[in-house]
T-cell receptor
Framework: DGGITQSPKYLFRKEGQNVTLSCEQN?????MYWYRQDPGQGLRLIYY???????QKGDIAEGYSVSREKKESFPLTVTSAQKNPTAFYLC?????????????FGPGTRLTVT | DAKTTQPPSMDCAEGRAANLPCNHS???????VYWYRQIHSQGPQYIIH???NNETNEMASLIITEDRKSSTLILPHATLRDTAVYYC????????????FGQGTRLTINP
């Protein structure tokens, strides 16, 4: 089955620790994205990548880092510099280009930092 | 990308049509209207998109007013599984592939 996987579903960390969230897709999509969602709110874009070895900051990139070494993988690191890291994190992917497309979302990782 | 306004919540009886409105009065000529929905604690799901003509697919219909300042998503025969938050998003079809999600409309389908 084609799709996007995120692991783990739930993640718990102590304050001050960096944590890396996994996102893998087998849809052969060039573009991948990371969003953050807080309770009762819409999604906000953290980082996106339109091609391997290239990525751009979204609206709330501070305290986060990403890498895109492989087409199918786009891991997100939540660093200790992120002031409010507890949130629901969603990864998405899409085809790349100047056309209509839909973004396919993974099931999300719920991160709790205490 | 243009801003959208949606009611925070709506209710609909199971089996009836659910009509979800969206205002996007500052929409530009090259911006499309997209709809996604998010079932509780899952990733959002694409529903439909359109420019100026009405669109229909297996999930829903999209009605865009002639002046393109508002649109309505129609779920023709709502089921309990349609209970979700529905997001109306306006964006250009090219360039940075960013979706800006507002707070959406929380649709509850009642038995």
């Amino acid at each position: 089955d084609g799709g996007i996987t995120q692991s783990p579903k739930y993640l718990f960390r102590k304050e001050g620790q960096n944590v890396t969230l996994s996102c893998e897709q087998n849809l052969n999509h060039d573009a991948m994205y990371w969003y953050r969602q807080d309770p009762g709110q819409g999604l906000r874009l953290i980082y996106y990548s339109q091609i391997v070895n290239d990525f751009q900051k979204g609206d709330i990139a501070e305290g986060y880092s990403v890498s895109r070494e492989k087409k199918e993988s786009f891991p997100l690191t939540v660093t200790s510099a992120q002031k409010n890291p507890t949130a629901f994190y969603l990864c998405a992917s899409s085809i790349r280009g100047d056309k209509h497309y839909e973004q396919y979302f993974g099931p999300g990782t719920r991160l709790t930092v205490t | 990308d243009a801003k959208t306004t949606q009611p925070p919540s709506m209710d609909c009886a199971e089996g009836r049509a659910a009509n979800l409105p969206c205002n996007h009065s500052t929409i530009s000529g090259n911006e499309y209207v997209y709809w996604y929905r998010q079932i509780h604690s899952q990733g959002p799901q694409y529903i439909i998109h359109g420019l100026k003509n009405n669109e229909t697919n297996e999930m829903a219909s999209l009605i865009i007013t002639e002046d393109r300042k508002s649109s309505t998503l129609i779920l023709p025969h709502a089921t309990l599984r349609d209970t979700a938050v529905y997001y109306c998003i306006v964006r250009v079809a090219q360039g940075a592939q960013k979706l800006v999600f507002g707070q959406g409309t929380r649709l509850t389908i009642n038995p």
